[in-house]
């Protein structure tokens, strides 16, 4: 009888602990955002000039305003940024990285023009740094990215960076 009753608790317990866990996954929600951001950058003429335009990134936007402070996981599925809208020097170069919160995440050695003209899309695919962001966004701070080396060109450039963040989200709505 007493390895009857012994049973019997270890199996209501054990059904205890899983309900709570099943009970808990039905008040949290699931779902996708996109951050798209645009950076624009100002190169003045020169030769090598110190470059450095950031912006600040952070998680709120309308699918996660609702959510901010009862978020549980927040992830990148993708990150990746292109040059568009050039205007200025066609010889125009930067050598330097674009980086996240002074992080190299990706390094560049490129005439910008030719760059803007090939439509080269930049993917972000280093996880640890994915992760470090995404962990940043999941607090609520803000995310200094942007482009910082030198820059040569004889003629000042523009042009935008736009970036696209695609992150998966997890908040418990209760």
Same mark, same amino acid.
């Given at each position: 009888?007493?390895?009857?009753?012994?049973?019997? &608790?270890?199996?209501?317990?054990?059904?205890?602990?899983?309900?709570?866990?099943?009970?808990?996954?039905?008040?949290?929600?699931?779902?996708?955002?996109?951050?798209?951001?645009?950076?624009?950058?100002?190169?003045?003429?020169?030769?090598?000039?110190?470059?450095?335009?950031?912006?600040? /990134?952070?998680?709120?936007?309308?699918?996660?305003?609702?959510?901010?402070?009862?978020?549980?996981?927040?992830?990148?599925?993708?990150?990746?940024?292109?040059?568009?809208?050039?205007?200025?020097?066609?010889?125009?170069?930067?050598?330097?990285?674009?980086? &996240?919160?002074?992080?190299?995440?990706?390094?560049?050695?490129?005439?910008?023009?030719?760059?803007?003209?090939?439509?080269?899309?930049?993917?972000?695919?280093?996880?640890?740094?994915?992760?470090? /962001? &995404?962990?940043?966004?999941?607090?609520?701070?803000?995310?200094?990215?942007?482009?910082?080396?030198?820059?040569?060109?004889?003629?000042?450039?523009?042009?935008?960076? &736009?970036?696209?963040?695609?992150?998966?989200?997890?908040?418990?709505?209760?």
């Amino acid at each position: 009888m007493k390895t009857l009753i012994k049973i019997f &608790a270890v199996v209501l317990l054990f059904v205890s602990y899983t309900s709570c866990d099943e009970l808990d996954e039905l008040t949290e929600i699931d779902f996708d955002t996109t951050l798209n951001e645009q950076l624009n950058v100002t190169v003045p003429a020169g030769e090598g000039l110190m470059l450095n335009e950031t912006m600040l /990134i952070n998680l709120i936007n309308s699918d996660t305003e609702d959510y901010l402070d009862v978020l549980q996981d927040v992830s990148i599925t993708s990150f990746s940024y292109q040059l568009l809208n050039f205007t200025g020097d066609v010889n125009g170069t930067i050598v330097g990285n674009f980086v &996240a919160d002074g992080v190299q995440l990706l390094p560049h050695d490129m005439v910008v023009k030719q760059t803007v003209d090939a439509g080269t899309v930049f993917e972000v695919t280093n996880v640890s740094q994915l992760n470090a /962001i &995404a962990a940043d966004l999941k607090a609520g701070d803000d995310v200094l990215i942007g482009i910082v080396g030198e820059s040569s060109c004889e003629e000042a450039m523009n042009f935008t960076i &736009a970036l696209t963040l695609d992150l998966e989200i997890t908040a418990d709505v209760l």
